[in-house]
T-cell receptor, first 114, second 112 residues
Framework: EAQVTQNPRYLITVTGKKLTVTCSQN?????MSWYRQDPGLGLRQIYY???????DKGDVPEGYKVSRKEKRNFPLILESPSPNQTSLYFC?????????????FGPGTRLLVL | GNSVTQMEGPVTLSEEAFLTINCTYT??????LFWYVQYPGEGLQLLLK?????DKGSNKGFEATYRKETTSFHLEKGSVQVSDSAVYFC???????????FGPGTRLSVLP
């Protein structure tokens, strides 16, 4: 089944403790992206990647890191999480990153930073 | 920069009522426009899209027309069902899809 998977689905952590949220897609897509969803703000793009070893900042990159060493994986790293990073996170992918393409979303990761 | 504005709701309707969710956008050039739907506890999934002016996207009884003159992409459905209860997001991409901009989402509740 074609899908985007994220792990973990739920995470509670404390301020300053490094964490990684994994994202993997099995559709051989070139483009991958991370979003955070907050009430009243919709989804905001954190980082995106057009291809392996190519990443770029979205609208809200502060406090996050990403890497794209393989085409299928795009982990999101929070080196020193803070409470304002409590949010619902979505990973997404699309075939080429063209503007007309559909994005395919993972099921989401709910993060609580205490 | 690019932006999307949509009615935030919540919108509560009775089954078989007519639905309109307004969406307007600000963008240079010719963006592609999308409606995504998020069912409870799930990720977003594409509902419909339009990639050029005057295109109409349609799916599952929902429709939206890309109106460049009014910079709008309003979502409509003639007769909603309880199963349509979800959050609906209007979104646009520009250029090579690198920057995907979403509206705040509209929560729809349909009562039997």
């Amino acid at each position: 089944e074609a899908q985007v998977t994220q792990n973990p689905r739920y995470l509670i952590t404390v301020t300053g403790k490094k964490l990684t949220v994994t994202c993997s897609q099995n559709m051989n897509h070139e483009y991958m992206s991370w979003y955070r969803q907050d009430p009243g703000l919709g989804l905001r793009q954190i980082y995106y990647s057009m291809n392996v070893e190519v990443t770029d900042k979205g609208d809200v990159p502060e406090g996050y890191k990403v890497s794209r060493k393989e085409k299928r994986n795009f982990p999101l790293i929070l080196e020193s999480p803070s409470p304002n990073q409590t949010s619902l996170y979505f990973c997404a992918s699309s075939p080429q990153g063209q503007g007309t393409e559909t994005q395919y979303f993972g099921p989401g990761t709910r993060l609580l930073v205490l | 920069g690019n932006s999307v504005t949509q009615m935030e709701g919540p919108v509560t309707l009775s089954e078989e009522a007519f639905l309109t969710i307004n969406c307007t956008y600000t963008a240079t050039g010719y963006p592609s426009l999308f409606w995504y739907v998020q069912y409870p506890g799930e990720g977003l999934q594409l509902l419909l899209k339009a990639t050029k002016a005057d295109d109409k996207g349609s799916n599952k009884g929902f429709e939206a027309t890309y109106r460049k003159e009014t910079t709008s992409f309003h979502l409509e459905k003639g007769s909603v069902q309880v199963s349509d209860s979800a959050v609906y997001f209007c979104a646009l991409t520009h250029n090579y899809g690198q920057n995907f901009v979403f509206g705040p989402g509209t929560r729809l509740s349909v009562l039997p």
